[in-house]
């Protein structure tokens, strides 16, 4: 099972590696076949060591440049950071990310032969239209996206389950997955108020290889019950 936090724009650099410290020492109890990823905000980005991988919630595509508010290949290999999240659906919407830039830094970074965390997701008005047009909308963010990488996750969150509090049903999470695995064949995550109380049925659920986590992550004891559950 793959265990993954989110911080978005949450912890400093000092809260960060005090739950990295914390997160260490609970990990040398966790299953050898689950993999945990941290993606902290950019200023916290350092070197870590641990039973986990530390990655960057965004870069642009370059190696450095006259990008300002950016950072490139060159910030990142300063720690050794060789996993991103590209695509998530407040990137898409907040910094008005295309489905073009989206498949751009996707290229990019497959070509640096880092690891990704692609995520796609559904807001509430396509959700209410029907199975149909779910699966119509989710396959769109695959354009341009070559699923044939070996180094790529797939994270599902539903737009309209994200930060809200509400978690998408046992039925809709296991439709919405079965219909992305009859699609390609890459772990697949599912993502959108993940929490200790829900989790054990989410990860019940075929097709589930994992869970993207955002707020429920921010409290280690939190993250690490789910990670224990």
């Known amino acids: 099972m793959i265990y993954a936090a989110n911080f978005k724009t949450n912890h400093t650099r000092t809260t960060t590696r005090a739950y990295?410290?914390?997160?260490?020492?609970?990990?040398?109890?966790?299953?050898?076949?689950?993999?945990?990823?941290?993606?902290?905000?950019?200023?916290?980005?350092?070197?870590?060591?641990?039973?986990f991988t530390i990655g960057t919630q965004n870069a642009y595509p370059t190696q450095n440049g006259a990008y300002t508010g950016e950072i490139g290949l060159e910030q990142l290999n300063e720690f050794d950071i060789t996993t991103i999240l590209i695509g998530?659906?407040?990137?898409?919407?907040?910094?008005?990310?295309d489905q073009q830039t989206v498949a751009k830094k996707y290229h990019f970074f497959m070509e640096q032969g880092f690891e990704i965390i692609y995520c796609i997701g559904e807001?509430?008005?396509v959700r209410e239209s029907g199975d149909d047009a779910v699966a119509k909308y989710l396959l769109a963010q695959f354009k341009g996206i070559d699923l044939s990488y070996e180094k790529v996750i797939v994270a599902y969150e539903p737009i309209w389950a994200i930060g809200t509090g509400r978690s998408a049903t046992v039925e809709e999470i296991?439709?919405?997955?079965?219909m992305l695995k009859s699609n390609m064949d890459r772990p697949l995550l599912y993502g959108g108020s993940v929490k200790p109380a829900n989790i054990k049925e989410i990860t019940a659920i075929d097709g589930v290889d994992g869970v993207l986590v955002g707020s429920a992550s921010l409290d280690v004891e939190s993250f690490s019950q789910m990670i224990f559950c």
């Open 20 to 51: 990295i410290e914390a997160l260490s020492e609970k990990l040398v109890k966790k299953k050898v076949e689950d993999r945990v990823f941290v993606f902290p905000p950019l200023t916290a980005l350092d070197r870590f060591e641990g039973d």
């Open 88 to 97: 998530h659906s407040e990137r898409r919407e907040h910094m008005h990310e």
């Open 123 to 125: 807001p509430l008005e």
């Open 174 to 178: 296991a439709s919405t997955h079965a």
